[in-house]
Structure formats: C-alpha cells, structure tokens
DNA sequence: GGGTTGCATGTCGCA
DNA sequence: GCGACATGCAACCCG
C-alpha cells in the first residue's frame, strides 16, 4: 500500500522546546478535529453510500434512527449542522486518515517510506481546519496507534484504504461479562451513527480477521449526558481473547465504510517494542484472532503490538481475568505509567518528525546558552496518509 | 437463583 | 465545577 508523508523532512527539526503551549494545544486540536470531519467530507464528496448499500435488509429495517444514518450508512459520523458546513467549505485530504494520534511511534515505522510532497496543496500544511475548537476533541488516550501493517491488514488486499478512528482500552466492566462496552462520548458520536432513542441501533461491526459481528449501540441517560455502550461485545471479546487492560480499535474500510474492530493486547505493546519479535500461538492462531489465514500481516507487526501471548495465557484470560488481583485504579495507573514511559520515547522521535510550518520564519531565542527556534505557528507532523486511487489513477 | 437490564453513584480529569 | 466514565446495584426476566 502506497504511503506518504505529509510536507515531511526528516532531516528537519522543529524546537520542541520552543513551542508555546498555546501552539501546542493547536497543534493538537488540529489534528484531533480533522477525522470526524474529513469522514463526512468523504462522504459529500465521493457519495459514499457506506455499508448500507449492500448490507441486509434487517440492518436496513433498524436504521430508523435517523434520515442520516440511512443515507450513509452505519458507519456515519455524527457532525453537527455547523460542523458539516465547516468541513464542506474546507479543503481536505479526501483519505486523510482519521484522528492521528499526537506521539503514537507506532507510525515512527511509517515515517521514512517515502515523501510525496506533490499532495500539499490538498491539505494546507496538512492540519485541518482549525475551526470548532475544542468540539470533537477526543482525549489523548482514544487516539488510534496503527501501525503501517496493522492499517494493512484491516485493509487487506482489496483497494479498500482503512481509516483509524479511535481506541479504547478495556476496563474491567468492559472486558467482563456482563458484555458492555462502554463507549467514549466523544467517539461514539462522532463515529457511530446518531441516535436519538436510549434503544439505539444494532451496528456491524468486521473483526481484524473478517468475522462480522452485530452489536447494539446504545446509550443510557446519564446526568444531563448520555453514556454509549456497546451491547454484545462479550462473544466478540471473548473470541479475541481480550481481558482488561487490553485495547480496542475502531477504524473504518472506505469506501465501504465498515466499520472494524481490531485489539492490542496489553501486555504486548511494551515488550513487542523490546523484543521486535513475534509470536504466535503453536496451533497457528494468533492471539488476535486471526486463526491459519496464512502469513498474515498481524504475524510479523513486531511494533504494532499486535503480538500473540502464549498459547496458555490465552487460554486463561477469563480465570486470569476473574483472579486478577489489580483493581481498576491501579492498572490503570500501571498502563498510564506505561504510556508516559511511551511517550516520552515517542517525544524523542517525534523531534525528528516535527518541522515548522511552511512561511514562518523562526526567532532564535537563547535559554540557558541553548538556542531554540520559536515559532508563532504550529508545528506540522508529518503522517502516514493512506491515499487510494480510483479506476483513473 | 442466576443472568440481564437500566439507572445511579462515585471518581477522576479537564476546563 | 462539570462532564465523562467505571462500576455498583436494584429491578426485572427467565429457566
């Protein structure tokens, strides 16, 4: 799959210290905001049907939810009126890919496959528009991580380009039996369809090996608020083996606009990165599910940190999960703990893929006999964006 | 009695 | 202070 690198040089540099935080925050914001609307763009623009064209009439039967949600399909994002304007009238990369996780290094593999510096012009300095601060702002923690090979594998061989919405990991409710998954407002709105009745809508949802699965996304009242879940996920979660602490993704195959579920297993993220090996199961499944499908990719993501744990950890997850002895709180904290330990490698390479954006010249500021760079913009990241072609090339 | 469902409540993080 | 989220728990259902 052809990867390119937005208005990225590797061998420039970008003061990080220099930044200010306003611009951080910017910065952040702007990448945060594009995904949800670049979807809908698609959507306007390519006249994506999503899944609904060829899906079955029962699923048809229950999108009664909203006129949006059956012109578009289920996996619709939700936007807001204004936000939908706003992104029409703004000029973007038709498959940029969603949400980019700010320091995610499992792009860091990405990042040297080549520049293709002829798509500037379609997404200015490769930011979204900066407008509707602060809606659709997803927190730093739902942020995809995919790597090259994991957005690769949900795309398979087809022309199809996967679009990385969110993650989540999973909480003790999440990943028990009771077979809720709670969903984050923010992206249950933006990325699943809209629903005005707390019944919600069943969603099809096609795992990292294929397998559909139909969940129920629903909400209950909450406050003034409302809190999504996802109903049924337990079949699903106890299929992949997952337990809490582990990670869901969310991502969408354009042009079909299915929406794909994939997992990380915790406990492989941190010493995948160490080991850069693989595993896999002795009877060829692969702790993600994806059971003798030949040499598949997930197979060799040494950095993905979709790795297979030992066949009889697999087979205990759910004893695991009952016997676990680490509350909530405290593996969250432990994971927390893990990311910041993550991050901080992440902010390292991330210098290198930071370069000022375009028509700012730099003041030279001296702190301390260092001299920084300051910039009054953002900074640009480069990332990998996922770019198909049509039947014209 | 066990499982499921729907809501309430506590906690935490962010503005 | 408020919103989001994790989880507790009571009501309900079903075998």
Redesign the pocket.
């Known amino acids: 799959m052809p990867y390119e690198v937005d208005r990225l040089n590797a061998g420039e540099r970008f003061s990080a210290p220099s930044l200010e935080k306003r611009n951080l925050e910017d910065f952040s914001e702007r990448l945060i905001n594009g995904s949800p609307r670049n979807h809908l763009w698609d959507i306007v623009e390519n006249g994506n049907a999503g899944i609904i064209g060829d899906e079955q009439p029962q699923l048809l039967s229950s999108l009664r939810e909203d006129i949006s949600a059956q012109q578009f399909g289920i996996a619709i994002p939700y936007a807001s009126p204004s936000e939908s304007k706003g992104q029409i009238e703004g000029s973007v990369n038709p498959v940029q890919p969603a949400p980019l996780p700010l320091f995610a290094k499992r792009f860091h593999g990405t990042l040297h496959k080549g520049v293709d510096s002829s798509v500037d012009g379609q997404t200015r300095n490769g930011r979204p528009r900066i407008d509707a601060r602060g809606k659709s ?1 997803l ?1 730093p923690r ?1 942020w995809p991580r995919f790597t090259d090979e994991e957005l690769q594998q949900i795309s398979g061989n087809s022309n199809s380009v996967i679009k990385p919405l969110f993650e ?1 990991m999973l ?4 990943a028990g ?4 998954l ?6 249950a709105e933006a990325y699943f369809p809209p629903i005005s009745q ?1 019944e919600g809508l069943p969603l099809r949802v096609q795992d990292s090996k294929g397998k559909e699965w139909i969940f129920q996304f629903r909400f ?6 409302r ?2 879940v996802l ?1 049924g996920v337990t079949p699903c979660i106890q299929n992949m083996q997952l337990q809490a602490g582990d990670t869901v993704t969310f991502s969408r195959l354009e042009p079909e606009g299915k929406l794909v579920m994939g997992f990380r297993k915790a406990s492989s993220t941190s010493q995948s990165d160490q080991d850069n090996e693989t595993s896999q199961t002795g009877d060829g499944v692969s702790a993600n599910g994806d059971a003798d499908l030949g040499p598949s990719p997930w197979s060799k993501v040494d950095k993905s940190g979709y790795i297979a744990k030992e066949v009889l950890e697999a087979k205990s997850s759910i004893k695991k999960r009952k016997s676990s002895t680490l509350g ?2 405290s593996k969250r904290l432990r994971i927390e703990n893990e990311d910041m330990i993550e991050l901080k490698l992440t902010w390292e390479e991330a210098q290198g893929l930071l370069r000022p954006a375009p028509d700012h010249v730099p003041s030279i500021v001296v702190i301390e006999g260092f001299e920084f760079e300051e910039y009054e913009d953002a900074p640009v990241l480069g990332k990998p964006t996922i770019f198909a072609m049509d039947d014209v090339g």
Request: hydrophobic letters at 25%.
């Open positions: 702002q927190l739902y989540k909480s003790a409710s999440d039996r009771i077979g809720r709670v969903l984050p407002k923010k992206c707390p209950w009242p909450n406050n003034n608020s809190m999504y109903e909530s709180k």
